[in-house]
C-alpha cells in the first residue's frame, strides 16, 4: 500500500494518523477504492476497526474522511471508501446507486478490514453518513460480523425516492414518475447508454430554494465542501437512478441488528431529522437517540465542533471492546 500524499481532501490530515490508498472488490465483483486511516504509535496488537461511507453523492475526499481521519486520531483503524459506480470505485456505467449493491459495499469493506493483520475482526464497526447511513443500517441487518453501528443526518433513500420529503407523494404522482422512467428506459436501449438526469445542484443559486438545498449548495459547491469527484459537487446522477430505490425498501429487516448497539445522531433542524426518529422507533435496543441543537444536515457533514465525535469515540470503544 502506498502512502498517500494527494492533497485534495476538504480537511487537513491529522499529524496522528497516516493514510493509505487501497483497493477491494465486493461480491458483486466491482473494484473498491479507499483511504486507509492508520493510528500512530499504537503497538502491534490488532486494534478496532470502523467502515464509513456517505453521504449519498459524496466521496472520500470530504465527509467520510474527516469522520475517518478523527475517529482514527482515537485509535481505530477506520476505511473511508468511494461507492460503487462512483468517485474512484469502479462500477459502469458512472454516478449510478443501488439501495443493494451499495449496501453490499459495507460488507466489501468489513471483508477488507478483516483481513489485516493489524484488524481484530471481532471488532468492526460501521459508519454511515446521509444516504449511506441507511445503507450501514440495512448492511448490519444481514451481516453479523458488523458489531456496532451510528449513523449521522440519515436518509432512507428508499423512502424518500418512493414516497417524497415526508412521505407527500401521492399515488397519482409516484405512478406519473414510474411512467416517466418506464418510457426512459426505451430512450436508453436505443441509445445504448443511459441518460443523466439534471445536475444534482445549481451553478448558482437563484434566490428561491428551499433552505435545505442551500444547505447543500454551501457545502458541495463551495470551497467547504466541493470535490470534482463528487456527484453532488459536481455532476449528476442518471436518469432512471431512482427505479430501484421505487420498490426495493432498505431497513425491512432493521429490527435483526437486535443486540448490536444503534446509535442515532441527527440535527435538531435537519430536513432529514424525522428519518432518524422513525428508525429509533422501530429499532431494537440496544439503541441511542441523539439531536444536535440548532444543527441541520450538512452541520453533521464536516462541522467538528457540532459533530459529536467524543460520543462517537466513546461508543465505539465501549462497543468494539
Not at 451553478?203 to 438545498?213: A, C, D, I, R
Not at 431497513?251 to 432518524?276: C, D, M, Q, W
Request: proline content about 5%; some cysteine.
Amino acid at each position: 500500500m502506498k502512502q498517500e500524499q494527494n492533497d485534495n481532501y476538504t480537511f487537513k490530515l491529522s499529524e496522528k494518523v497516516s493514510r493509505q490508498k487501497v483497493t477491494f472488490k465486493n461480491r458483486y465483483g466491482i473494484t473498491l477504492t479507499g483511504d486507509l486511516y492508520l493510528p500512530k504509535n499504537t503497538g502491534s496488537k490488532p486494534l478496532a476497526a470502523i467502515a464509513i461511507s456517505g453521504p449519498f453523492g459524496a466521496v472520500k475526499e470530504q465527509s467520510s474522511g474527516l469522520y475517518a481521519n478523527t475517529m482514527a486520531e482515537r485509535g481505530f483503524v477506520t476505511l473511508a471508501f468511494d461507492p460503487s459506480y462512483t468517485g474512484e470505485s469502479g462500477g459502469e456505467p458512472r454516478n449510478l446507486a443501488s439501495p443493494e449493491i451499495n449496501t453490499e459495499d459495507f460488507s466489501a469493506a468489513v471483508d477488507y478490514l478483516g483481513l489485516q493483520s493489524f484488524v481484530d475482526r471481532n471488532r468492526i464497526g460501521i459508519i454511515g453518513i446521509c444516504g449511506f447511513g441507511g445503507m450501514a443500517l440495512n448492511a448490519a441487518a444481514v451481516d453479523k460480523r458488523i458489531k456496532a453501528i451510528a449513523t449521522t443526518s440519515m436518509y432512507d433513500m428508499t423512502r424518500v425516492m418512493s414516497k417524497g420529503y415526508n412521505d407527500s407523494m401521492s399515488l397519482e404522482e409516484r405512478t406519473k414518475m414510474l411512467e416517466g422512467l418506464s418510457q426512459q428506459r426505451w430512450k436508453d436501449a436505443k441509445e445504448g447508454t443511459p441518460a443523466i438526469g439534471p445536475r444534482n445542484l445549481p451553478e448558482k443559486l437563484q434566490g428561491n430554494e428551499p433552505q435545505f438545498v442551500v444547505d447543500y449548495f454551501n457545502y458541495y459547491r463551495t470551497a467547504r465542501g466541493f470535490h470534482p469527484n463528487s456527484v453532488n459537487s459536481n455532476g449528476s446522477w442518471l436518469l432512471t437512478n431512482p427505479l430501484s430505490f421505487m420498490n426495493m425498501p432498505l431497513l425491512t429487516y432493521i429490527k435483526e441488528i437486535s443486540g448490536r448497539p444503534i446509535l442515532l445522531i441527527a440535527g435538531e433542524n435537519a430536513h432529514s431529522r424525522y428519518f432518524t426518529e422513525d428508525i429509533y422507533k422501530m429499532a431494537e435496543e440496544p439503541k441511542e437517540l441523539i439531536i444536535i441543537p440548532n444543527a441541520v444536515h450538512v452541520d453533521l457533514y464536516d462541522k467538528v465542533n457540532i459533530i459529536p465525535f467524543d460520543k462517537l469515540g466513546s461508543f465505539f470503544t465501549k462497543n468494539l471492546q
